[in-house]
T-cell receptor, first 114, second 115 residues
Framework: EDKVVQSPLSLVVHEGDTVTLNCSYE??????LLWYKQEKKAPTFLFML????IEKKSGRLSSILDKKELFSILNITATQTGDSAVYLC??????????????FGKGTKLSVIP | EPEVTQTPSHQVTQMGQEVILRCVPI?????FYWYRQILGQKVEFLVS????????KSEIFDDQFSVERPDGSNFTLKIRSTKLEDSAMYFC?????????????FGEGSWLTVV
């Protein structure tokens, strides 16, 4: 059975801190890994990682994938209160007949306090 | 920025009633999905849909569930006879292509409460 483990489950930091969110996965027919930010409702796309060791950056956020060790990290520098959300890791696997499927972790709930 | 839209945002229904959740995927997207998230739990895959047919479904997606693309823009999820355990947030999603390398965009969700 496919497994996605995110850690920590919950994190409280002060504004300006740097955080690292972890995601380890065991997924059959792995193809890529997506990170989403979920504030109140819809998961909002952050990154898609397909290659090992290549860091993707978007402002204060960055992410990297290690396909050998089967994990990914999401870094947020100089955190702001607006970064407070649940961060979801979702490996994508090929499930046959041209179909791909996301498997979500439970998420890391980040709370940034002023 | 184009977005996936869903209606209703919240629906309360009695057990045993039929429910239809509606979605308008991003206009040039060809692959459509339904996911659900029971309160406090993970987001779970239900079904993917391409070329007017189901391409993949999970074990959650039993005979009580069906999907349809009734016209060129809408994508619906029907639950035939709702159960208490169907209470969840249902997310519609779409992608331009189904292959790897294509981002899946999610709607705001429809919160279903079965009483």
């Amino acid at each position: 059975e496919d497994k996605v483990v995110q850690s920590p489950l919950s994190l409280v930091v002060h504004e300006g801190d740097t955080v690292t969110l972890n995601c380890s996965y065991e997924v059959t027919n792995f193809r890529s890994l997506l990170w989403y930010k979920q504030e109140k409702k819809a998961p909002t796309f952050l990154f898609m990682l397909t290659s090992s060791g290549i860091e993707k950056k978007s402002g204060r956020l960055s992410s990297i994938l290690d396909k050998k060790e089967l994990f990914s990290i999401l870094n947020i520098t100089a955190t702001q209160t607006g970064d407070s959300a649940v961060y979801l890791c979702a490996p994508r696997a090929y499930s046959g007949a041209g179909s791909y499927q996301l498997t979500f972790g439970k998420g890391t709930k980040l709370s940034v306090i002023p | 920025e184009p977005e996936v839209t869903q209606t209703p945002s919240h629906q309360v229904t009695q057990m045993g009633q039929e429910v239809i959740l509606r979605c308008v995927p991003i206009s040039n997207h060809l692959y459509f999905y339904w996911y659900r998230q029971i309160l406090g739990q993970k987001v779970e895959f239900l079904v993917s849909f391409y070329n007017n047919e189901i391409s993949e479904k999970s074990e959650i997606f039993d005979d009580q569930f069906s999907v349809e693309r009734p016209d060129g823009s809408n994508f619906t999820l029907k639950i035939r006879s709702t159960k208490l355990e169907d209470s969840a947030m249902y997310f519609c999603a779409s992608s331009s292509l189904g292959g790897d390398g294509n981002t899946i965009y999610f709607g705001e969700g429809s919160w279903l409460t079965v009483v």
